[in-house]
């Protein structure tokens, strides 16, 4: 134990180990921010698609739309993203960093069309086709009442996507880049079993605290929904 605490200590005082995880982490940061707003806007435009009014125009962009969430939700990230990187970009002097964004934003595409797909599912059709009996437009109808529903259903779900998509870009340290994870292994390698604990056990306090604020500004948010649905009520 005085080992493990002697340790702590080292890595604290020692800047260089302190610069290699705030750089991994930062890497981290960068990885997952991006993969996110890829997966939320393209995930926005499956969903759309998926759960329009079907048309002869639209049954190719739904079949395109429904093999690739297939695919996607049905094969694991760490194959993709080797897929990506060895297969796909595997151009010499391409950017690693483009390369992961990329392959966790079209993964947490397909995760994210289901979730907004399932929202906006979830709300009662009977106010669609009122809407229409009433003279207004689908894209009124869609703004006005079918997506401020959704999203107060989309949320939560939405919450924990953004934190899986953070917690999966450790596997990045398998193709050699440099993130939190590998950070902590190129702190403690060659050394004793302390040693090497001692940055995981950083690395990891590193994670939690970004996913105990994520979750902290997700239920405000959802806090601050249930707040108008009370104002609305009275």
Same mark, same amino acid.
């Given at each position: 134990?005085?080992?493990?605490?002697?340790?702590?200590?080292?890595?604290? %005082?020692? !800047?260089?180990?302190?610069?290699?995880?705030?750089?991994?982490?930062?890497?981290?940061?960068?990885?997952?921010? +991006?993969?996110?707003?890829?997966?939320?806007?393209?995930? #926005?435009?499956?969903?759309?698609?998926? #759960?329009?009014?079907?048309?002869?125009?639209?049954?190719?962009?739904?079949?395109?739309?429904?093999?690739?969430?297939?695919?996607?939700?049905?094969?694991?990230?760490?194959?993709? @993203?080797?897929?990506? +990187?060895?297969?796909?970009?595997?151009?010499?002097?391409?950017?690693?960093?483009?390369?992961?964004? @990329?392959? +966790?934003?079209?993964? %947490? $595409?397909?995760?994210?069309?289901?979730?907004?797909?399932?929202?906006?599912?979830?709300?009662?059709?009977?106010?669609?086709?009122?809407?229409? $009996?009433?003279?207004?437009?689908?894209? #009124?109808?869609?703004?006005?009442?079918? $997506?401020?529903?959704?999203?107060?259903?989309?949320?939560?779900?939405?919450?924990?996507?953004?934190?899986?998509?953070?917690?999966? #870009?450790?596997?990045?340290?398998?193709?050699?880049?440099?993130?939190?994870?590998?950070?902590?292994?190129?702190?403690?390698?060659?050394?004793?079993?302390?040693?090497?604990?001692?940055?995981?056990?950083?690395?990891? @306090? +590193?994670?939690?605290?970004?996913?105990? @604020?994520?979750?902290?500004?997700?239920?405000?948010?959802?806090?601050?929904?249930?707040? !108008?649905?009370?104002?609305?009520?009275?």
């Amino acid at each position: 134990m005085n080992d493990f605490f002697s340790k702590i200590g080292e890595l604290f %005082s020692t !800047s260089s180990y302190i610069d290699s995880l705030l750089h991994g982490f930062l890497l981290t940061m960068q990885i997952a921010y +991006f993969a996110i707003l890829i997966g939320v806007f393209l995930g #926005t435009i499956i969903a759309l698609i998926d #759960t329009a009014k079907p048309s002869k125009w639209l049954a190719i962009p739904k079949f395109i739309c429904k093999v690739y969430t297939t695919i996607i939700r049905g094969t694991p990230m760490a194959l993709q @993203l080797f897929i990506m +990187f060895f297969v796909i970009f595997a151009i010499k002097g391409f950017p690693s960093i483009i390369t992961a964004i @990329l392959a +966790f934003g079209l993964n %947490s $595409a397909a995760y994210t069309a289901e979730v907004i797909r399932g929202g906006i599912l979830s709300v009662d059709k009977g106010q669609t086709e009122a809407g229409l $009996a009433l003279g207004l437009s689908r894209y #009124t109808i869609f703004m006005k009442i079918v $997506a401020p529903q959704a999203i107060k259903n989309i949320i939560p779900a939405l919450g924990n996507e953004i934190i899986t998509v953070i917690k999966e #870009t450790a596997i990045v340290s398998m193709v050699g880049m440099y993130d939190l994870n590998m950070a902590a292994k190129d702190i403690g390698s060659g050394q004793n079993m302390a040693s090497y604990l001692v940055p995981m056990v950083v690395a990891a @306090l +590193f994670y939690l605290a970004t996913i105990y @604020l994520i979750t902290f500004i997700v239920q405000r948010v959802e806090k601050s929904l249930r707040k !108008s649905d009370l104002r609305a009520e009275k």
